[in-house]
T-cell receptor, first 111, second 116 residues
Framework: AQSVTQLDSQVPVFEEAPVELRCNYS??????LFWYVQYPNQGLQLLLK??????LVESINGFEAEFNKSQTSFHLRKPSVHISDTAEYFC?????????FGSGTRLLVRP | DGGITQSPKYLFRKEGQNVTLSCEQN?????MYWYRQDPGQGLRLIYY???????QKGDIAEGYSVSREKKESFPLTVTSAQKNPTAFYLC???????????????FGPGTRLTVL
């Protein structure tokens, strides 16, 4: 069965610093990977996705993630974070008509 | 505007009572899902449905029931058999794989259920 591991439950960072949120998944023949963001008391919003093609995918608000098949990773990065990026981030992999989610990483951006 | 609506946003229940959470979507999606979210545990799948009048148990279905009488609606009932129902419940929908969406799910705003 597919599984997703987010090693960091919480990542504190200062505003304008770079950040990386780590995600590893169990290996599979074909992989569809997603990052979602959740603000307090709200649903999840899709941040970016990897379906095929270029291994580097980008979102409209400056985040990017790189699919690394050999390391079975899909880490999320941003070169300079803002206070408004404070939220919980979930990595997910598609498996048999459903998504398998990691346990989430809480990004805390401090001024 | 297309999207998913969940109601109510906050729900309080006494122990021993059943309660039904509403989920409606106007995205014309075939598949719908219910997740439970607890602090530090991420999302866990309760039930999902790929087609009207059919649904499958997820990882934590005990104490829950669902119905899918219409494509747009997928209500979740939290029964008195659910031992620890206080949680944040999220509904989602997606096109099936054959539709080309490759599993991407769209989420509603959630319902926070508290058992008193």
């Amino acid at each position: 069965a597919q599984s997703v591991t987010q090693l960091d439950s919480q990542v504190p960072v200062f505003e304008e610093a770079p950040v990386e949120l780590r995600c590893n998944y169990s290996s599979s023949v074909s992989v569809y990977l997603f990052w979602y963001v959740q603000y307090p008391n709200q649903g999840l919003q899709l941040l970016l996705k990897y379906l095929s093609g270029s291994t580097l995918v980008e979102s409209i608000n400056g985040f990017e993630a790189e699919f690394n098949k050999s390391q079975t990773s899909f880490h999320l990065r941003k070169p300079s974070v803002h206070i408004s990026d404070t939220a919980e981030y979930f990595c997910a992999v598609h498996s048999s008509y459903k998504l398998i989610f990691g346990s989430g990483t809480r990004l805390l951006v401090r001024p | 505007d297309g999207g998913i609506t969940q109601s109510p946003k906050y729900l309080f229940r006494k122990e021993g009572q059943n309660v039904t959470l509403s989920c409606e979507q106007n995205l014309n999606h075939d598949a719908m899902y219910w997740y439970r979210q607890d602090p530090g545990q991420g999302l866990r799948l309760i039930y999902y449905s790929q087609i009207v009048n059919d649904f499958q148990k997820g990882d934590i279905a005990e104490g829950y029931s669902v119905s899918r009488e219409k494509k747009e609606s997928f209500p979740l009932t939290v029964t008195s058999a659910q031992k620890n129902p206080t949680a944040f419940y999220l509904c989602a929908s997606s096109i099936l794989i054959g539709g080309g969406a490759k599993g991407e799910q769209f989420f509603g705003p959630g319902t926070r259920l508290t058992v008193l």
